[in-house]
């Protein structure tokens, strides 16, 4: 049975309900939460170290592989084409292929700072984030952002338009993500795609989701207090994972709002259009 989020996403592996769940978080990307809202870290500090080293790497050899078909292509006596051409040919265009997917995969890891929080809060159903513009789905962009790797992107979301899906990693230890597809309003068109839990076992791959899940609607499986910060650290939260990471001041004071005619007064402060 197909996704009922339309497109689906390559990889795509089941749906996922929304609703409670019972289940306690056992992980630890939770870093703050409190009664109005929660972080989550999407990324690792070790795993961006070590991919960020491997796609370095990825990024010279193949470099150097392009150089080469180059090299050989010039060298090779062009009045006709023989086999070791074409191996020639396909090498090149594997390589520009390759690279067109490494170079993303260093920026995201090289520039996502602080592990990307993504920020939900249960009053207003709003969901912010701040990550990298590479870290994302496309598969083609335009050659210019190649030139800007820190670029970012800072979005808000409305909870109830955003649905999670899992996808295949399609590495040998079965990996599994979780992707929240967001939807066009009322119904199942996706037009954006935001990395919730990337590179999760399978057998854990509901923890971050269902807790997530059970904060929005204040289950009691949501303790408040399982995060890396405690509730009443609010302030060493923001200092040390916040401030000075690009997120904007309407954004950062919206995170407590109470009501959605609170975060529309902070908007007018800050001439933010609904």
């Avoid at 972080?39 to 010279?60: G, S, V």
């Avoid at 090498?91 to 490494?102: E, G, K, M, V």
């Avoid at 790797?149 to 909870?159: G, S, V």
């Amino acid at each position: 049975m197909p996704s009922k989020y339309r497109p689906q996403i390559v990889g795509w592996f089941g749906d996922l309900d929304k609703g409670p769940h019972s289940l306690p978080l056992h992980d630890d990307r939770l870093i703050y939460a409190n009664d109005n809202y929660c972080a989550f870290i999407r990324q690792e500090h070790n795993d961006q170290i070590f991919y960020t080293c491997l796609y370095f790497i990825a990024i010279i050899l193949l470099n150097v592989t392009i150089i080469g078909c180059v090299w050989l292509a010039v060298l090779h006596d062009n009045s006709k084409i023989e086999f070791v051409d074409l191996v020639v040919i396909a090498c090149f265009i594997t390589s520009l292929f390759a690279l067109n997917y490494a170079i993303p995969e260093f920026y995201q890891n090289a520039f996502s700072r602080l592990g990307s929080p993504i920020i939900f809060n249960r009053k207003t159903g709003k969901v912010y984030v701040n990550e990298s513009y590479f870290f994302n789905f496309k598969i083609l962009r335009h050659p210019k952002v190649f030139l800007q790797p820190k670029k970012r992107r800072i979005q808000e979301y409305d909870w109830n338009d955003m649905h999670g899906v899992i996808i295949h990693n399609f590495s040998r230890n079965a990996l599994t993500s979780t992707v929240l597809m967001v939807c066009q309003p009322g119904t199942n068109q996706v037009i954006d795609h935001v990395m919730l839990d990337p590179a999760r076992p399978a057998t854990g791959r509901m923890f971050v989701w269902g807790w997530i899940n059970s904060f929005m609607v204040n289950y009691k499986s949501a303790d408040i207090d399982d995060g890396e910060y405690k509730t009443d650290e609010e302030a060493k939260f923001k200092t040390d994972m916040i401030e000075g990471e690009g997120w904007p001041e309407w954004m950062v004071e919206a995170f407590n709002a109470t009501s959605l005619e609170e975060l529309s007064t902070i908007k007018q402060k800050y001439n933010i259009k609904p």
